[in-house]
């Protein structure tokens, strides 16, 4: 057992900061409130003095797929011989090894989503995992939580001459994965009453079936203010779930987001202009979408954007002005909805995994330092 004992903790599960003690037993938050009682044998981490937080979270990223400071041997993010490829599990190519993956615990981002890049049309699923561990299987939050799929130039650059040349064709090849997906589905349900009209086994139909039957969004990279919509017009003919991922041009288009209602992944921000699609990158984007009453997280694309640098980008957010307290739900509880791992992680209460971040400061701030990390209550940085 572990007590982090006289922090001010901000649980961001609605009140705000507190001096308090946190009780840790198991991996999990025992207890939280003042003056604990501590238990015999009890190590005692002082925060007397320091901030308390949830672990962050970043729901957007490709690290352990795309490995640091490594060519063709450390990227497995795009599978190149297919547009449409949903069967592939991103948790198949995670190297926990990733040097990235320690970078980000020690700047107190505990779980990330990750997951196939964004070259193809339909890429394969995420899988959210914290960021330590030495197997994936044991750093798994939940294993999918997502399909991903593409609009705007990744998909055209990467398959130009290979049958997939323009926007309409990625619509296209979507609509049409889905609409094969939507009679692979009703077969298999007639074959329930019928077993001669099971169809023959299909491993892409197959993946995508929790998409069409709407228990796995799509997590549809979009930055273009029309691919925003083509993914939103896709979703409503579909009934699918959605979430949006990039939103660069997303201020453009306030309306069909708030009539859309769907998660918005935002970033990242902090680097250069490397693509005609992202000329109207700006941090006030997240602070807008925000004001909107939309449901914010800000994502580094990592390794786009070292993990490290969330915290900054959500600080950078607050500058171009969004409100402070939103910009802490962008990158603790808000990705923890966003990729439907609420039940664990995101915010500090009874019952959910002991990743706890301790810092001098506010950590939005430049010069605040992280001195403590725990992830399901292990000390890790």
Known sequence: MRLVQNG??????????????????????????EHLTVPEGCEIIDATGLQVYPGFIDCHCHIGLYEDGIGFEGNDTNESTDPITPQLRGIDAINPFDPSFKE???????????????????????????TVGTCVDEMVVKE??????AFGENPKRCYQGKNNNTRM?????????????????????????????????DMK?????????????????????????????????????????????????LPQLQAANVPLAVGPNLHANSKFEIRNMTFTTPGVL?????????????????LKYLAMSAG??????????????????????????????????????????????????????VRTVLINGEIVA
Do not use: W
């Open 8 to 33: 001010t903790v901000t649980t961001m599960a609605g009140e705000g900061p507190a001096i308090a003690d946190i009780l840790i037993d198991n991996g999990k938050i025992a207890a939280i409130g």
């Open 104 to 130: 980000a615990a020690a700047a107190g981002v505990t779980t990330i989503g990750t997951g196939p890049g964004s070259a193809n049309v339909v890429g394969g699923t995420f899988a959210a995992v914290k």
């Open 169 to 201: 064709a990625t619509a296209a090849k979507l609509r049409e994965l889905l609409f094969k997906a939507n009679e692979y589905s009703m077969k298999l349900s007639e074959a329930r009453q019928d077993p001669s009209k099971r169809p023959a086994f």
């Open 290 to 306: 925000s004001k909107a009453g939309l449901q914010v997280s800000i994502v580094t694309d990592a390794p786009i954007v070292p």
């Open 205 to 253: 139909l197959d993946a995508m079936l929790p998409v069409v039957r709407k228990q796995l969004p799509l997590k549809a990279h979009a930055h273009r203010a029309d691919d925003i919509c083509t993914a939103i017009r896709i979703a409503k003919e579909f009934d699918l779930k959605l979430t949006l991922e990039h939103v660069t041009e997303g201020q453009f288009i």
């Open 316 to 369: 950078l957010a607050v500058k171009s002005g969004m409100d402070h307290t939103e910009a802490l739900k962008a990158i603790t509880i808000n990705p923890a909805k966003h990729l439907g791992i609420a039940d664990r992680v995101g915010s500090l209460e009874v019952g959910k995994d002991a990743d706890i971040v301790i810092t001098d400061g506010d950590p939005l701030a430049m010069f605040t330092t």
């Open 144 to 149: 999918a939580v997502a399909m991903k799929c």
